[in-house]
């Protein structure tokens, strides 16, 4: 009987020296969006619904340039372990031009239709809340642009294991939006009070304050991969070819698995404030929940895509098994942390008590999926994405996304009218299913797929 665990210590080390700064990136990532949500919720309470719910919008536009880095990372991953530099710089070019791309394309769009967008996730019946909505949305999408950037960079970067400078970018980009926010969204001294457009500006200067850290380590401070900021202009055929047939799938995966998000929102959007205020705290707290999930997986990805790119299958299958365990062993853990501190989590916000009670209750139901959500994100997210096996999981993502969990949780509010907490549930119904799915992909070799040329 082969063994769950592996026994060398460099495969722990490495795991939790690639995971950890991804965690706190991510951490310190989502903590600028809930700063601006909890400061403004300070400020103004009923401003929460309207800002939360256009940060909605954001956070299917940050998955989805988060999802071209990551795409870098199955192909830089592979070269990595040939030690091809030249590939490498050449993914680099595609990802970065990428990644300045798409968030101009959707500026354009918000600066063009904001009413239309912010209509996508805010009920008709709350008009009174779509100017705040509007306002806030219109500045803070202008940080989409320096972030793709800096997601391309990083997801680069994390190909060849550099990891640490996603942790010193978020820590400082972190500290600059909180006390940007506390300047412009209160006003200190001849600093007037602007509110939530104050929440907004902060946020997208603090991004560009991101950016700069990034690109001062990327390009004059790491040793693993030598680069300079013209060779981005250096683009081949092939490159785009390769990053569209095996990175692009990744980069789909995020951004609709984001879209479906963003509709899920929608339907939320059409239930009230009160809805509205306790899903932006429930959602908040699972992603808190799963950020060292989600960031493990990240590690694991590089280091299985190593593996491969070293044509070491032996070595991908003893990885493959150890992380299915340790994956399966965190998910109880985080499931029983959240369940432990959400009663303190609701309180940060200042809501009335209708509000805590009901986002207290969906982050109980929350927590018990996030058990299924930490196996599969092992094997999607971390071994799948990492041996290359991109499109299946794209497959399932759509497949669950768009006819299970969009269809069921619109006939749960709409058409059945059933209990809020029980909509809630229908929008992670996937979470509950996807591990049985994983569990049989793994079996096997037929998942494991070299993408390098």
């Known amino acids: 009987m082969k063994q769950i665990f592996v026994r060398d210590r460099n495969f ?49 536009m940050l998955a989805a340039l988060n999802g071209l880095g990551s795409g870098a990372v199955v192909l830089v991953a592979q070269y990595w372990g040939k030690k091809d530099m030249p590939s490498i710089k050449r993914i680099f070019a595609v990802v970065c031009a990428l990644g300045l791309l798409l968030p101009v394309l959707f500026i ?19 008009s009174h809340l779509t100017p705040v909505a509007v306002s806030y949305l219109r500045i803070v999408c202008l940080s989409f642009l320096p972030f793709g950037i800096t997601s391309a960079l990083v997801g680069g970067l994390k ?14 980009s972190l500290l600059a939006n909180v006390c940007l926010n506390a300047a412009l969204i209160f006003g200190i001294g001849p600093i007037p009070s602007l509110g939530v457009e104050g929440a ?10 991101e950016l700069c850290v990034v690109w001062v380590y990327c390009f004059h401070k790491q040793k693993a991969i030598e680069i300079r900021p013209r060779e981005l202009f250096r683009h081949e055929a092939w490159a785009w070819k390769d990053y569209l047939r095996f990175g692009s799938p990744v980069s789909c995966t995020d951004a609709q698995w984001a879209l479906v998000g963003l509709m899920k929102m929608a339907i939320i959007g059409h239930l009230g404030s009160t809805m509205m205020s306790a899903v932006n705290m429930t959602d908040t707290m699972m992603n808190l929940g799963t950020l060292f999930t989600f960031a493990m997986a990240g590690g694991a990805c590089v280091m299985v895509g190593k593996a491969v790119g070293e044509q070491d299958m032996e070595k991908v299958q003893a990885y493959s098994r150890t992380i299915l365990g340790l994956f399966a062993i965190f998910g109880v853990v985080m499931a029983l942390f959240v ?27 929350g927590a018990i999926t996030m058990m299924g959500t930490s196996y ?48 809630f549930l229908c929008t992670r119904i996937d979470q509950c299913f996807k591990w049985i799915i994983a569990f049989f992909r793994l079996r096997g070799n037929k998942w494991i797929k070299k993408v390098t040329r």
């Open 159 to 172: 190909g060849v294991e550099v990891v640490k400078v996603t942790l010193y970018a978020a820590v400082i």
């Open 200 to 209: 907004a500006i902060a946020t997208v200067l603090s991004r560009v304050i």
């Open 12 to 60: 722990y080390k490495t795991m939790v020296r690639l995971s950890l700064p991804a965690a706190f990136q991510t951490l310190l990532s989502m903590l600028v969006l809930m700063a601006d949500n909890v400061m403004v919720s300070r400020f103004d309470p009923s401003a929460l619904a309207p800002v939360s719910q256009a940060n909605s919008v954001s956070t299917f």
């Open 108 to 126: 354009s769009v918000v600066q063009l239709f904001p009413q239309w967008v912010v209509s996508l996730v805010l009920d008709p019946a709350l």
């Open 339 to 365: 369940i432990g501190v959400r009663w303190l989590f609701v309180g940060l916000y200042g809501q009335p008590e209708d509000v805590e009670q009901l986002a207290g209750l969906m982050i109980f139901i």
């Open 376 to 423: 599969h994100a092992s094997c999607f997210t971390g071994i799948n994405r990492g041996a290359g096996d991109n499109r299946f999981v794209m497959m399932v993502d759509l497949i669950c996304g768009w006819l299970v969990v969009l269809p069921l949780t619109y006939l749960a509010a709409f058409v059945f009218h059933w209990p809020l907490p029980v909509v």
